[in-house]
């Protein structure tokens, strides 16, 4: 368990709890954003081994994590220009020094296990610990935060690679009802409507029912009918929705290889 508390902090702090002006003053090199970055990371690791392990081997260990994370985030900032490739390639890179680090790093160190606090919980919500399922549920959900919100950044930079060599090719693909509208506005949109998208997708295809991709597809179809219009367009939220339905069958296959490994 604590091996996926300790990834669940990473991806809560990384993606869910990262907010715009905050990856904004990272990418401008501000040591403000990095500490806010770190001190988020700190708090949300520190609060959730704690009900596992003792809390002063928690303290050491986080701090060591929070600090190799923030070196890690600086030295990608540093290295980020405007090539999209680059980019994209940073941000893969980034992941997975990070999800090595954490692996490597807690089966080096010694934890002193104390589960005074999740006992605590336990016996005031009245309910019988069952660490097998336990272990499932956060397992399904470090993997669906991922999807959802890592997705959401990984497919945009995908994106980016496939027309890097259209300057401001959003400008050509959106249709006049978007011009009108705030761009950063409908942006947020598109990325909460993925977001949701891929949710569900991972929920539904876990329990079987194939039946509702075409229903998603509808859905999305109906309401850019008009904007399907334009072949640029019809192309490009192809790709986007190919691409997020992909990331999402990869998902649902590594939870349910995870779920069924002789370790839970």
Known sequence: MGIILILLSHVLADFVFQWDNLVELKSSKSLRGFLYHGLILFTIQLFLLSTIYNISSVIYYTTVIVFIHILIDYLKESFRTNNPITNLFLFISDQTLHILIILVAFYKFTFVESNYLINIMISQLNIELNIVFINKLLTGIVILLYLSFGGAIFIRLFIDVIYRKVPNYMSIIATDDLKQNDPIKEVKVGKFVGILE?????????????????????????????????????????????????????AVLLFQYLATTPTY
């Open 198 to 250: 891929r949710i569900i997708l991972f929920i539904l295809l876990i329990k079987g029912d194939f039946s509702v991709v075409g229903f998603i597809i509808a859905a999305k179809s109906l309401t850019r009918f008009k904007q399907l219009e334009n072949k640029n367009f019809a192309e490009y939220y192809l790709i986007g929705t190919f691409m997020s339905f992909l990331l999402t069958l990869i």
